[in-house]
């Protein structure tokens, strides 16, 4: 009697061990999450903030679990946030775009708030966050600080080509670019002709307030920038 009681008390305690182990192994915890890329930055002290709206960068997030240790791509799985949605957003996916419309630097964070860990055992409310820094850099433009509008090409398109301007002052620019000067005082027309670079054939301004032809005419009332296409 005595030797199946002692049998029953073993399978009870190594059903016991056997529960223990099998319950930390779902118990699986999030501590921590890394986005990458860690910073960011968009555009260049030549470069009105204008022109860099549209710019933008896919962020990931990855969490570190325990129990057991672990990493994954919580991309799909976290709330994403900009602390300044004027100078660049974030999406629901982590798609991080400049605005065009401030510079300077954001935190951008990716959030996890739940009551339960990834074994569905009560986590007493965690919330993890991990933070990214966005940053958009201010145009101090060129011309030594003249104050004058900027005037700024930049270029698309498959092939390769120059700028010229009328009147002068525009100097060398050719493809890839960009290009921007300040030498023109504000209320100033000015030409801008494209010539295309064999072999490439034609060239157009899609963001061009007036063109006709390989020409682009703009009034500089304030900063201006505008793309030429070569193909």
């Known amino acids: 009697m005595n030797g199946k009681w002692?049998?029953?008390?073993?399978?009870?305690?190594?059903?016991?061990?056997?529960l223990a182990v099998s319950s930390c192994?779902?118990?699986?915890q999030l501590v921590s999450i890394q986005i990458q890329p860690s910073v960011e930055t968009f555009g260049a002290s030549n470069i009105p903030v204008s022109a860099n709206a549209g710019s933008q960068v896919q962020l990931r997030a990855l969490g570190t679990y325990?129990?057991?240790p672990v990493t994954k791509d919580i991309t799909d799985q976290v709330t994403w946030n900009s602390n300044d949605p004027q100078m660049m957003t974030v999406s629901s996916t982590g798609l991080l775009m400049a605005t065009g419309d401030a510079c300077g630097g954001t935190l951008v964070s990716a959030t996890v708030d739940t009551n339960t860990s990834a074994g569905?055992?009560?986590?007493?409310?965690?919330?993890?966050?991990?933070y990214m820094t966005g940053n958009v850099v201010?145009?101090?433009?060129?011309?030594?600080?003249?104050?004058?509008?900027?005037?700024?090409?930049?270029?698309?398109?498959?092939g390769t080509g120059s700028v010229t301007s009328n009147p002068t002052g525009l100097g060398t620019c050719n493809s890839p670019g960009p290009c921007v000067t300040q030498a023109f005082i504000s209320g100033t027309t000015v030409t801008l002709t494209a010539t295309p670079t064999a072999p490439s054939t034609t060239a157009s301004w899609p963001?061009?307030?007036?063109?006709s032809g390989n020409a682009c005419t703009v009034n500089l009332t304030g900063d201006t920038f505008v793309t030429v296409a070569f193909n």
């Open 6 to 18: 002692l049998s029953v008390i073993a399978l009870v305690v190594v059903a016991g061990v056997l």
């Open 25 to 28: 192994g779902r118990d699986q």
């Open 66 to 68: 325990i129990h057991p």
């Open 120 to 130: 569905g055992i009560d986590s007493h409310g965690a919330i993890v966050t991990g």
């Open 138 to 158: 201010c145009f101090t433009g060129t011309g030594g600080g003249s104050g004058n509008p900027a005037l700024g090409v930049t270029f698309s398109g498959g």
């Open 207 to 211: 963001s061009c307030p007036s063109d």
